[in-house]
């Protein structure tokens, strides 16, 4: 029953129609959680925490702050400078046969 209902919700999920616009407000954390989700766990772990979900809830809030202020400090600016380049412009080829 939960198989079923999970492959369902999944493709459910993957049918909607979302607008693109609907996402560019919400940050892209995935390259930090990406970077700082092991070693993060590991600090964590190292405390010694008092099981896993323990350990999975405390290192995924610590990866979440340190993906954000990557994606604030470094991927944002990053991203301005990658639209603000100019394009080059393609220079039509000259044929040798032309006058």
Not at 44 to 57: I, K, Q, T
Not at 76 to 91: E, I, M, S, T
Request: charged letters at 15%.
């Amino acid at each position: 029953m939960v198989a079923t209902a999970g492959a369902y919700l999944l493709f459910w999920v993957g049918f909607i129609q979302v607008r693109h616009e609907d996402f560019r407000a919400i940050p892209d954390l995935s390259y930090g959680l990406y970077l700082y989700g092991w070693p993060v766990e590991k600090l964590v772990a190292s405390v010694r925490c008092r099981g896993p979900l323990s350990v999975f809830a405390v290192s995924l809030a610590g990866a979440l702050l340190l993906g954000y202020a990557s994606y604030v400090l470094v991927e944002r600016p990053a991203l301005k400078l990658k639209r603000a380049r100019p394009r080059a412009v393609p220079v039509p080829a000259v044929s040798a046969a032309e006058p």
